[in-house]
C-alpha cells in the first residue's frame, strides 16, 4: 500500500487517480500510523514552501517521514514535496527543509534569460544524468509536465535528471531510497503514469 501523505498541501486525489489507473492501491492520510505501515510514501505539495514546510511540522509528519525514509522506505517527492526534501529554500524568505538531499531550493529569477516566462509551465524534455530505477520504463528526452518557479541546486551525486530552460535545471533527484520530480508525474501523461509505476515496482 502506498500512502499519499495528506498535510493540507498537495494535489492529492489527481495523484490517487494516477496510481489507480496503471493499478497499484493509495491511501491519502495524516495518520502517521498508516504511514508507518505503509510500503511507499508520496509527498506531494502545491503553493509556497515555507507555508507548506511549517503546516508539516505543524502536523508532526515531518518526524514521521524522517524516521521511514532512515529506516528505507522508498519515498518521492512531488513538485514543492520534491523542494521540501532538500536542505533549504530561498522562496520569500529562508526557510529549513527536511534536510533528505544536499542542496537548497532557489528563485529561477536572473538565472535564466529575461524573455523566458517564470513561472516555467509546460512541457519540457528529460536529460537523463545517471541510471535510476525511476526511470525503468521511460527513455532519455522523454517530456513531462513542470509548473515552478523555483529550482533545486544539487550536487551532481544526487541530480538523477535535468531538464532544458534557457539552462540546466533540476528535473528529478534520488539519494538511496529518497526519490524526487520536480515535475507533476501525474500530469505528465504515460510518461509519467511509467514513472509512478517504476516507483511503485520499487523493493
Not at 31 to 42: G, H, N, Q
Not at 108 to 127: D, E, R, S, T, V
Not at 170 to 198: D, M, R, W, Y
Request: with cysteine.
Amino acid at each position: 500500500m502506498i500512502a499519499i501523505i495528506d498535510y493540507g498541501v498537495g494535489n492529492l486525489f489527481s495523484l490517487s487517480s494516477s496510481f489507480k489507473q496503471i493499478g497499484f492501491e493509495t491511501v491519502i492520510t495524516g495518520d502517521a500510523e498508516i504511514i508507518k505501515k505503509a510500503d511507499k510514501l508520496i509527498l506531494p505539495g502545491v503553493g509556497a514552501f515555507g507555508d507548506a514546510i511549517n503546516k508539516l511540522r505543524e502536523t508532526g509528519l515531518d518526524k514521521v517521514i524522517l524516521e521511514q525514509a532512515k529506516n528505507g522506505k522508498p519515498l518521492l517527492g512531488i513538485c514543492l514535496g520534491m523542494q521540501m526534501l532538500f536542505d533549504k529554500s530561498y522562496e520569500y524568505g529562508e526557510y529549513e527543509g527536511l534536510g533528505l538531499i544536499e542542496g537548497s531550493v532557489v528563485p529561477m529569477q536572473n538565472k535564466i534569460p529575461k524573455n523566458l516566462k517564470i513561472p516555467h509551465i509546460g512541457w519540457n524534455a528529460l536529460i537523463f544524468k545517471q541510471e535510476s530505477p525511476l526511470f525503468k520504463y521511460i527513455k532519455n528526452g522523454d517530456c513531462v509536465y513542470f509548473v515552478h518557479s523555483y529550482y533545486a541546486e544539487t550536487k551532481a551525486t544526487s541530480l538523477i535528471a535535468t531538464t532544458e530552460y534557457g539552462k540546466e535545471l533540476t528535473a528529478a533527484v534520488a539519494n538511496g531510497n529518497v526519490f524526487g520530480c520536480q515535475f507533476h508525474p501525474e500530469k505528465s501523461g504515460t510518461v509519467g503514469l511509467n514513472i509512478l509505476k517504476a516507483f511503485c515496482e520499487m523493493e
